[in-house]
């Protein structure tokens, strides 16, 4: 049973970095042929996908969100990391990280999730 957690700081002040941490337990993120994603839920909104990290180390990003988004991953603790630049309250949203098969916003191939956590944009 693969099981997702993330971590992170629940508050975050304008113009600042976010960075959230997603544990992974359960099975290797290395494994072929898994993509490993960050999504957020502002409120009152639907799903937004932010970006992949995949078996191999490649990343894919959300265009409207690209030029502040880098997504890395640590493989000897099993861990990736979302890093959201010059952030703004209409940030302010839940953040999951997530498991799926085909590497994109399709949320019919995602099989495992995070909890999620809150994030909120304020000074």
């Known amino acids: 049973q693969v099981q997702l957690q993330e971590s992170g700081p629940g508050l975050v002040k304008p113009s600042q970095t976010l960075s959230l941490t997603c544990t992974v337990s359960?099975?290797?993120?290395?494994?072929?042929?898994?993509?490993w994603s960050w999504i957020r839920r502002p409120p009152g909104k639907g799903l937004e996908w932010i970006g992949y990290i995949s078996y191999s180390g490649s990343t894919v990003y959300s265009p409207s969100l690209k030029s502040r988004t880098s997504i890395s991953r640590d493989t000897s603790k099993n861990q990736f990391t979302l890093q959201l630049n010059s952030v703004t309250p209409e940030d302010t949203a839940v953040y999951y990280c997530?498991?799926?098969?085909?590497?994109?916003?399709?949320?019919?191939?995602?099989?495992?999730w995070g909890q999620g956590t809150q994030v909120t944009v304020s000074s």
């Open positions: 997530a498991r799926d098969r085909a590497g994109g916003s399709n949320y019919d191939y995602y099989d495992y």
């Open positions: 359960g099975g290797s993120i290395t494994t072929n042929y898994y993509y």
